[in-house]
């Protein structure tokens, strides 16, 4: 393999190791389905996590990135950040329990 293609799939690898990360956050914010469990779930602390990772990834190849890699870096940051903090500001949802409308506990005790 030449060197030139072994550059551009090192980039390739790159972006998708980004993407992985922006995907499993955009799902632990519920902003994705989870392909696995074919549901909606929401764990903000993990969303957080893979975040954290992806600041560590720019801190530690700061200055060794392509403008291209360093910016789709910088924008998926961006975007996990804002979402991040949207999804922060809304209210806890309900549990199951408080979910259950009155009548729905009348009729059980029928």
Excluded: C, W
Excluded at 31 to 55: D, H
Excluded at 78 to 100: A, I, T
């Amino acid at each position: 393999m030449k060197e030139e293609d072994k550059a551009q799939a090192k980039g390739e690898l790159f972006f998708h190791l980004v993407f992985m990360f922006q995907t499993a956050a955009l799902q632990q914010m519920g902003k994705l389905i989870n392909p696995v469990t074919k549901k909606i779930e929401k764990n903000l602390e993990q969303a957080k996590y893979s975040i954290n990772i992806l600041e560590i990834l720019q801190e530690k190849t700061k200055g060794n990135l392509k403008e291209e890699e360093k910016k789709y870096l910088d924008n998926v940051l961006f975007e996990l950040r804002m979402n991040y903090l949207e999804e922060l500001k809304k209210p806890e949802e309900p549990s199951k329990e408080e979910k259950k409308s009155p009548e729905s506990e009348e009729n059980k005790k029928e």
